[in-house]
């Protein structure tokens, strides 16, 4: 079992400081190791805004939350990985991240230059460009996400990225099915 699947265990089993002291050691163990921050991250956004924390373990991951964001910010800057899973989730809720974006217009917005900048790293990844173009509200975003969920090599590797991975299948589901006003 990889650390990635005991997260998923330990998420499962709803051991929510566990998951807390188990990313800060994955973290310590290899600083320079983007997917340590992606799953770092996700986590603690996800026992911050869709779990049920004791306020010891709301103010834990809070914590290890901004500070994974800004260290991974200098960090991993030049990351596409990175750039893209975390551009992809800030905009969901920037308060977490101790943001202040929704006011700035969309160019200005930390997500937005996260996400564009992982898809000028590589402008092949249908990832990147549909998380761009999900940005941009382009119209083509639906057709790609569907094209991402039909496509088993990128599907299988969302699959071995953990938590992050199953959140952004989820993610592509609903893009994928979206309705156009």
Request: glycine share 4%.
């Amino acid at each position: 079992m990889s650390w990635k699947d005991d997260l998923l265990e330990l998420k499962r089993q709803e051991r929510w400081m566990d998951i807390i002291v188990s990313c800060e050691q994955q973290i310590q163990k290899d600083n320079n190791s983007a997917d340590s921050y992606i799953q770092t991250i996700y986590l603690t956004h996800d026992i911050l805004l869709e779990e049920y924390p004791t306020p010891q373990e709301e103010q834990e991951a809070q914590r290890l939350l901004i500070h994974t964001f800004s260290d991974g910010q200098q960090r991993h800057w030049d990351n596409a990985e990175y750039l893209f899973f975390i551009g992809s989730l800030v905009p969901i809720a920037e308060w977490l991240f101790g943001l202040k974006e929704s006011s700035k217009p969309l160019e200005k917005r930390i997500g937005y230059e996260m996400v564009k900048k992982a898809t000028l790293l590589d402008p092949h990844n249908l990832l990147y460009r549909w998380s761009y173009q999900d940005y941009n509200r382009d119209t083509q975003s639906k057709q790609l996400a569907q094209d991402i969920l039909s496509d088993q090599v990128v599907v299988s590797y969302l699959r071995r990225q953990g938590y992050a991975g199953e959140y952004m299948l989820d993610i592509l589901g609903v893009a994928s099915t979206w309705v156009d006003d």
